[in-house]
Nanobody, 124 residues
Framework: QVQLVESGGGLVQAGGTLRLSCAASGRTLSSYHMGWFRQAPGKERELVAAITSGGNTNYASSVKGRFTISRDNAKNTVYLQMNSLKPEDTAVYYC??????????????????WGQGTQVTVSS
């Protein structure tokens, strides 16, 4: 089982930037599809961005053009660069891992390994 630890969250003003990191241990990250998801109070966990083990990406329509997911397999880390942040981006952000032997998915329930989450708060 891969262990994941997110970092990089915080409080930022609207229009600001943050970069989240998800560091993996226990397994080689290159063998996993990875996703960033978020959950706001009272809402279900939703996809933000996902990247296959081969580097193909998907984005939620609400973040397309503002957020970028990337991976550095040598560092066993996945990143989420968030630009032009909006108050509606406020949520706890989680990274998830899904082994590449299983078909790629952007559905949160299909991810079996999760980090503890990092809070992102965007003030207006």
């Amino acid at each position: 089982q891969v262990q994941l630890v997110e970092s990089g969250g915080g409080l930022v003003q609207a229009g600001g930037t943050l970069r989240l990191s998800c560091a993996a241990s226990g397994r080689t990250l290159s063998s996993y599809h990875m996703g960033w998801f978020r959950q706001a109070p009272g809402k279900e966990r939703e996809l933000v961005a996902a990247i296959t083990s081969g580097g193909n990406t998907n984005y939620a329509s609400s973040v397309k053009g503002r957020f970028t997911i990337s991976r550095d397999n040598a560092k066993n880390t996945v990143y989420l660069q968030m630009n032009s942040l909006k108050p509606e981006d406020t949520a706890v952000y989680y990274c998830g891992a899904r082994h590449q032997s299983i078909v790629y998915s952007i559905v949160p329930d299909d991810y079996g390994s999760w980090g503890q989450g990092t809070q992102v708060t965007v003030s207006s």
